[in-house]
């Protein structure tokens, strides 16, 4: 079936370095995406959304990009830093009118001082 | 504001019970949302409520349900358990449907 995906399920950087997570969808329809950020023992926080309008967004030290022609989302940390380990997950919602997301298996960032 | 509320944290049952998860969403949001979250399968969309409704399932069998009150609390349900539903349920809230959904902490099942 349709899924996200992800193509790296760790990814290890060192503090102060720059990281991207990625993220590959299939559905077309999909018309919104969030990033959460997932620690130990916690429900997933969300980080920053984008809608299908868009093709990039930024937050606080994070960016998103969306390129909806190969169906690719990104995120980029900038400035990684120790309190950024945890999984990355990105969640598609689907063109309905419904909340569901479908998430992605996850990726694990790990920083190294 | 306080955030989404679950209780309990962690529950312990044995196969052939029933649980009863609670969801508490962030004050004014009406659309709430479950998830199963397993390292198996990671996390898997269970139900999602808007004003007391039902508005959408995902694809898991009858033992599990839900419902959502008027004061937009949620409930699951896990009829006749099974080890396979040892997880972590997460409830997610929002304003409205396909607005930013915020988790809780979750609750871990683990069935023995």
């Known amino acids: ?113 | 504001k306080a955030g989404v509320t679950q209780t309990p944290r962690y529950l312990i049952k044995t196969r052939g019970q029933q649980v009863t998860l609670s969801c508490s969403p962030i004050s004014g949001h009406r659309s709430v949302s479950w998830y199963q979250q397993t390292p198996g399968q990671g996390l898997q969309f269970l139900f999602e409520y808007f004003s007391e409704t039902q508005r959408n399932k995902g694809n898991f069998p009858g033992r599990f349900s839900g419902r959502q009150f008027s004061n937009s609390r949620s409930e699951m349900n896990v009829s006749t358990l099974e080890l396979g539903d040892s997880a972590l349920y997460l409830c997610a809230s929002s304003l409205a449907p396909k607005n930013i959904q915020y988790f809780g902490a979750g609750t871990r099942l683990s069935v023995l």
């Open chain 1, 1 to 113: 079936g349709e899924s996200v995906g992800l193509h790296l399920p760790t990814l290890s950087v060192q503090e102060g370095d720059n990281s991207i997570i990625n993220c590959a969808y299939s559905n077309s329809a999909s018309d919104y995406f969030i990033w959460y950020k997932q620690e130990s023992g916690k429900g997933p926080q969300f980080i920053i959304d984008i809608r299908s309008n868009m093709d990039k967004r930024q937050g606080q030290r994070v960016t998103v990009l969306l390129n909806k022609t190969v169906k690719h989302l990104s995120l980029q940390i900038a400035a990684t830093q120790p309190g950024d380990s945890a999984v990355y997950f990105c969640a598609e919602n689907r063109n309905s009118g419904y909340s569901t997301l479908t998430f992605g298996k996850g990726t694990m960032l790990l920083v190294s001082p």
